[in-house]
């Protein structure tokens, strides 16, 4: 059977092995949305597998422990591929698995904008949890998993990480607003504390995923920087682990809109890592205590949280002052 397999889907030297995706071991438990040059020659080695070409995902009606993404997503823009991947995640079950295969364009033909690299597809996965790429395979075909998760509250927890979001919580008061929620973690740290919360967030996917986890907690998909608040003020609004993923001039457009939403004496709380003990490549800037109280002076007199884990910053700004 594995030859035979091998021998239909493989219409070049080289495609990754569909056992290694596939996994047989659920096989009579799996979907695969294929490209239409896999999908037939998937269908006639496999009929207890329903392939399907992209545009039939959303007549699918079950869940199952694995869904497998084949060579699909090239030639869509991002929003056409979030869709997709959504509609993929919504079909598999608790604890199951979403994989992504696509063309390396680091060493095939594939180039320009049909291109999706490994970070791209990263990116397009991390809302959903920590991708995790298998490394047998060959080299011109890259493909990611990644396993759904039960509840979040199931997840084991980095202890730093719960005692930071455990302290700004803790910081809050009155009707708190949060930009950058993810997936809602510190919004429901929050609401468990019998404060009301609202959380922004641009990823639809994230603000998808912590909707139906915390159903009573209101969720906006909008950027920050646009989001028409209707005249609404907040006794504390929060920025958590943002400032580090932009630039500096878009840090200062959010800080200001941040301020705006602030109630009289209200409070700003932004939290980053801490450069002295976490290095972070990626990020496009990074924050010791002197700087981050330099970004936050403008606005009062900001006060370090001692109470706090020390691989992270926690600074809040207090009294707003109304306007003359």
């Excluded at 207890?48 to 070409?53: F, G, T, V, W």
């Excluded at 995790?132 to 998760?149: A, G, H, M, N």
Aim: proline share 6%; with cysteine; glycine share 6%.
């Amino acid at each position: 059977m594995i030859a035979s397999l091998q021998a239909v889907v493989e219409p070049k030297p080289g495609f990754l092995d569909l056992w290694e995706v596939l996994d047989p071991k659920s096989s009579s438990d799996l979907q695969v949305i294929s490209s239409t040059a896999y999908e037939a020659s998937l269908k006639a080695a496999r009929p207890e597998i329903l392939a399907l070409s992209p545009e039939g995902i959303h007549d699918i009606g079950h869940k199952a422990w694995h869904v497998v993404f084949l060579d699909v997503l090239r030639g869509l823009d991002e929003g056409q591929r979030r869709a997709l991947i959504n509609r993929a995640w919504s079909l598999v079950k608790d604890k199951g698995k979403l994989t992504i295969v696509s063309p390396n364009p680091e060493a095939g033909e594939i180039r320009g904008e049909k291109a999706i690299s490994l970070g791209n597809l990263k990116d397009l996965l991390y809302p959903l949890g920590k991708p995790k790429v298998s490394t047998s395979q060959p080299y011109r075909w890259l493909s990611l998993s990644v396993r759904k998760i039960q509840r979040e509250d199931e997840r084991p927890r980095n202890s730093t990480v719960a005692k930071r979001i455990a302290v700004t919580a803790d910081l809050c008061h009155g009707r708190v607003l949060e930009f950058g929620c993810g997936r809602g973690e510190l919004a429901k740290a929050v609401r468990d504390r019998g404060l009301e919360v609202t959380a922004v967030d641009k990823n639809d996917a994230k603000i998808e995923l912590a909707a139906d986890r915390y159903p009573d907690i209101t969720f906006i998909c909008h950027d920050v920087l646009t989001l028409d608040l209707e005249g609404q003020l907040f006794d504390t609004v929060m920025l958590p682990e943002i400032l580090e993923h932009v630039p500096e001039p878009l840090g200062d457009r959010m800080l200001a809109r941040a301020w705006q939403a602030l109630k009289q004496g209200g409070r700003l709380i932004v939290t980053v890592p801490n450069r002295n003990f976490i290095p972070h490549p990626n990020h496009v800037r990074v924050f010791d205590k002197d700087s981050l109280a330099q970004s936050l002076a403008r606005f009062g007199q900001p006060v370090l949280v001692t109470d706090q884990p020390y691989k992270w910053l926690i600074m809040y700004v207090d009294g707003k002052l109304s306007p003359e």
